[in-house]
């Protein structure tokens, strides 16, 4: 497989040599999930970071039996439950896969190896936490205060894929909405759009 | 002032030697606030990571008129609206004292510096932002999946300073509920407690 990709993507944060190319190359590892095909369960630990190379990825709670989605997953970006990466205890969710999907994983030892051969990786590891970290924060921010139905318009505004792409039971449980709270946000803005 | 607990947080996480750490403290700066005098305000940025030296800070929202607690701070703990002080944008909360307080700022430009100057400052950096994304994780995982009682268990088990110092109607906003539904909480604790 051609990793071109992942290195436009630590590009965008750091300056890559062909030195470290080669050091961060050879660590990385492909693999392939069938729709459906679970890719850390609760209660396993998360070794990796993985990149999506291709289709869509899901994580979510179960939570007294129900599913409860996190946060979906989409070709160009990292993936991990990276609050297991960082201090090894094991995942609280669990990851799938929603269709066919390839991604390519650099596991945990090797990640600290890079921080450790080069100061570069290290800065990228400071940006990416930082850069997740603003992600998570903007989500609870807007659990706090803002309304479902506010919630569904940011969607449609800052993540479209998601609208497109993703069933809307799951859109629902990621919203804090039932499928029938969500149905009727759609309902009012249609109407509120006609008018 | 005496900075040798700031040299003994950074230890927690790097090895600072003696030429670090004159680097570190010659950035330092010392700043009080008298109780209930606001650091930062909504839309302004935040050009500082602070170390609470004495007092209490909180971290709140304003959302439509109404305080919503977001976070609390005592000595030992860094405070920064982290999303604004990393990316340069303003800030979407307040955070003013609750008691007399001191803190010790390091600037945004003081910090770029040392990650510059030495690998090791680079990876606090990283290490920090993935404390702080942990934390944020956690919260943000609490309010999709507990109840408002669980939160308020957890709260007493691991933050007892919280439930000691802070006012009801700042833990209830906190948590999510109203200072009547706070109440509420606390009686049927109280009542399952006896049983």
Redesign the interface.
């Known amino acids: 497989m051609n990793f071109t990709k992942i290195r436009s993507f630590y590009e965008k944060y750091i300056e890559i040599n062909d030195q470290m190319w080669s050091e961060l190359e050879s660590c990385l590892t492909v693999k392939t999930l069938i729709k459906g095909e679970v890719f850390i369960k609760e209660g396993e630990r998360c070794d990796y970071v993985s990149f999506v190379e291709k289709g869509m990825l899901r994580m979510y709670?179960l939570?007294e039996g129900k599913e409860?989605s996190?946060a979906f997953f989409f070709p160009g970006i990292y993936i991990s439950v990276?609050?297991s990466f960082?201090?090894r205890a094991v995942s609280?969710v669990y990851v799938d896969a929603l269709t066919d999907t390839t991604i390519i994983n650099l596991d945990y030892d090797s990640v600290q190896m890079l921080?450790r051969k080069n100061?570069a990786f290290?800065?990228f590891?400071?940006l990416i936490?930082?850069a997740?970290?603003?992600s998570?924060?903007?989500?609870?921010?807007s659990?706090?205060?803002d309304t479902p139905e506010i919630r569904y318009l940011n969607l449609i505004n800052e993540r479209p894929k998601v609208i497109q792409n993703i069933p809307q039971y799951m859109i629902a449980s990621y919203l804090?909405v039932t499928p029938e709270g969500l149905s009727r946000i759609k309902k009012r803005i249609h109407k509120a759009a006609k008018n």
Chains 1, 2 share one sequence.
């Open positions: 709670y939570n409860v996190a990276y609050d960082i201090t609280r921080y100061p290290e800065r590891g400071r936490a930082e997740i970290l603003i998570i924060n903007k989500r609870m921010m659990f706090m205060l804090g």
